[in-house]
């Protein structure tokens, strides 16, 4: 496998369910992102973490929960979703700069496109 | 408030000829813009770069031009080609933070 890997790449769930998103990244970097993309609107960033810290956390509802367990690993954990939770969600790497920094370029996953019934 | 705006959503342009994609933003602190791609069904991939210290970057058909007065930058690819048909996204970040994306335009080259 090379660079982000993301699965499911479809999920369709109910309003009770409890799902995990997984992703993988194969290109030694040590910062990891989830966004979501809804229709016709900008990638809304979610959550940040950088050396295996969550370093940002856009106001998230706490139906979604991320975890990082390692620096190549990122999982996205669902529950009672709602049906404006609908959305295609990506996931990017990036490396982390020696200032502790964001490096500029992401590499984004293919992503997975989530249905909340 | 979006801090970086892509004001057309979509651009159809015919084979051969120049597409032009906009983008502004309003952060002044911002020193690095980045263009993606995206067709359907797979993640943004990196295009083209360009930093706050210059004024145009060019890779092959794809150059992107950054006006810092007007908060304005541009990305033009020529010539067009059926495969460049994609939504673009403009993105913009100030040193050692975040991506901050616009919105996306759809480009339909036409053959």
């Known amino acids: 496998e090379t660079g982000v890997t993301q699965t499911p790449r479809h999920l369709v769930m109910g309003m009770t369910n409890k799902k995990s998103l997984k992703c993988e990244q194969h290109l030694g970097h040590n910062a990891m992102y989830w966004y979501k993309q809804s229709a016709k609107k900008p990638l809304e960033l979610m959550f940040v973490y950088s050396l295996e810290e969550r370093v940002e956390n856009n106001s998230v509802p706490s139906r979604f929960s991320p975890e990082c367990p390692n620096s190549s690993h990122l999982f996205l954990h669902l529950h009672t979703l709602q049906p404006e939770d609908s959305a295609l969600y990506l996931c990017?790497?990036?490396?982390?700069?020696?200032?502790?920094?964001?490096?500029?370029?992401?590499?984004f996953g293919p992503g997975t496109r989530l249905t909340v019934l | 408030d979006q801090q970086v705006k892509q004001n057309s959503p979509s651009l159809s342009v015919q084979e051969g000829r120049i597409s032009i994609l906009n983008c502004d933003y309003t952060n002044s602190m911002f020193d690095y813009f980045l263009w993606y791609k995206k067709y359907p069904a797979e993640g943004p991939t990196f295009l083209i770069s360009i930093s706050s210290i210059k004024d145009k970057n060019e890779d092959g058909r794809f150059t992107v031009f950054l006006n810092k007065s007007a908060k304005h930058l541009s990305l033009h690819i020529v010539p067009s080609q059926p495969g460049d048909s994609a939504v673009y996204f403009c993105a913009a970040r100030e040193y050692g933070n975040k991506l901050v994306f616009g919105a996306g335009t759809i480009l339909r080259v036409k053959s």
């Open positions: 990017a790497s990036s490396q982390v700069l020696a200032s502790g920094g964001l490096g500029n370029e992401q590499f």
